[in-house]
């Protein structure tokens, strides 16, 4: 587990994946390729292969299937203790997989090689949309038939001294918890790790028997085009429109929607707006609810992590909450499904990730039982 010194922050609260043990993972020669963020990549990716069940060495499947993961910094634990080693220590020299520890490409680059998977691979570094959009590429590659199957997802492991330090010099960090939608909100909790999906088309899936989880059926995705940090209400809305067109959805087919939902005051209202121009009269009877409000926000997996609890929700029927929403926000007037569980029939949702950068991605995702 990698202890982060909270005597140097002013922020002494994260989402940490904890207790995570690389050694019960990984031989001591394969740890020292893998920064953190890799190494809850490639633990990731087995789950979600060994519960596929594909075997990717049968018929050539690994030649046509894609590895697309989305993060947004990479190995920044790496990249932090070199900088340790170099201005702390005032040390000569830094570790020599330093640079394949910590660019962005490794974790699908470990993935490909766990897994034998020789199609497509690529790392989306997108911000806080990058698993969206990672996943989003990865349903059009395998929707159009340019591979066969697809492993992606997003990972992230930003939990360090220097990461922590420059968000707070944001000012968009809470020093208490994450509360989002709530009119006594004070900022977003950082947080990490690692969802991985496998994509394939539903006949294939049907054909083999698999247990399907849930049937991506659309992607939006738009770039606001106005401001480096400042969310736009228009920019959001047409990601969710255009995810709707892509699914072939009304409005109101939606009933649930996982919302981006950082916590912080620009992003919850201006999302609130967003989701009232995409869907009009509809808004309100949606389901709205911020799963980073329990898990944190996990920057470039955060998009990965929110479609699991979102495909989660249309499975069990049962939406997550927004804890911590103790006071309303005339600014914030949907139903965001404050602070307990609501069992609800869904059989449609949105999961929304809108990035630093004006970078938005949305994804629609359908319960199998509505075919």
Not at 79 to 92: A, I, T
Not at 202 to 228: K, N
Request: charged content about 20%; proline content about 4%.
């Amino acid at each position: 587990m990698v202890h982060v010194p909270t005597e140097r922050l002013t922020v002494k609260i994260a989402g940490e994946v904890w207790g995570f043990d690389p050694a019960a993972h990984f031989d001591t020669k394969r740890i020292a390729m893998l920064d953190r963020v890799s190494q809850f990549a490639v633990v990731a990716s087995r789950e979600a292969v060994a519960q596929s069940g594909l075997d990717f060495t049968v018929n050539g499947i690994g030649e046509r299937t894609a590895t697309i993961i989305g993060t947004a910094v990479g190995g920044m634990n790496t990249v932090d203790e070199s900088y340790r080693k170099l201005y702390g220590e005032n040390g000569q020299r830094v570790h020599p997989f330093t640079i394949p520890r910590f660019m962005s490409n490794a974790p699908t680059s470990h993935i490909t090689m766990e897994h034998g998977l020789t199609g497509p691979a690529y790392t989306i570094a997108s911000a806080c949309a990058s698993a969206t959009h990672a996943i989003g590429h990865a349903y059009q590659l395998v929707r159009g038939g340019v591979v066969d199957a697809a492993v992606t997802g997003g990972a992230e492991a930003t939990l360090t001294v220097g990461t922590m330090k420059g968000w707070e010099a944001m000012r968009v960090m809470s020093a208490d918890c994450c509360r989002p939608f709530s009119k006594n909100r004070n900022g977003m909790v950082l947080g990490e790790g690692a969802a991985v999906f496998v994509l394939e088309s539903l006949e294939s899936a049907h054909a083999r028997g698999a247990e399907i989880l849930a049937e991506i059926i659309g992607v939006g995705m738009t770039a606001d085009a106005r401001d480096i940090t400042t969310p736009d209400v228009n920019g959001a809305a047409r990601a969710m429109s255009a995810a709707l067109a892509d699914a072939r959805l009304n409005p109101e087919d939606v009933q649930y929607i996982n919302a981006h939902g950082t916590g912080t005051a620009a992003n919850d209202a201006t999302e609130t707006q967003a989701i009232h121009q995409a869907f009009g009269f509809h808004a309100r009877r949606l389901a709205v609810s911020s799963s980073k409000s329990m898990h944190g926000h996990a920057l470039g997996a955060a998009g990965a992590l929110e479609l699991l609890a979102t495909m989660e929700a249309l499975r069990r029927g049962v939406v997550p909450p927004t804890i911590n929403l103790s006071e309303p926000d005339p600014a914030c007037d949907l139903d965001y499904v404050p602070n307990t569980a609501r069992d609800q029939s869904i059989q449609v949702a949105l999961s929304n990730s809108f990035a630093f950068g004006g970078l938005n991605g949305v994804l629609a995702v359908a319960k199998m039982e509505r075919h």
